[in-house]
């Protein structure tokens, strides 16, 4: 994730890479990408500055560039980017940061 992306989220949204699916199960059956389901699992390529209270004071947000996190099945907005499939969703729309 070196490369430097030519878009930045506004506010509390944020950019992510779905992270690359298991090719075989545990017992070691080869899944063909047509059977695949879409990761849950990103990478955080890009955060906005944050949310926006009542008061106008801007409340940072809880991930930053790199964490490794789940999220809602059909969150976010697919967008493509160099060739590259990226999602912007609501930072609201990640459950978890895998630790």
Request: hydrophobic share 40%.
């Amino acid at each position: 994730m070196a490369k430097k992306l030519k878009i930045r989220p506004l506010h509390d949204r944020v950019i992510i890479k779905r992270a690359d699916e298991e090719e075989k199960t545990a017992g070691g059956i080869i899944i063909p990408d047509s059977a695949k389901e879409k990761p849950q699992e990103a990478i955080v390529v890009a955060v906005g500055s944050g949310r926006v209270d009542e008061k106008g004071k801007t409340i940072a947000l809880d991930v930053q560039v790199g964490d490794r996190v789940l999220f809602s099945k059909y969150s976010g907005n697919e967008i493509k980017i160099d060739g590259e499939d990226y999602l912007i969703l609501n930072e609201s729309d990640i459950q978890a940061v895998v630790l």
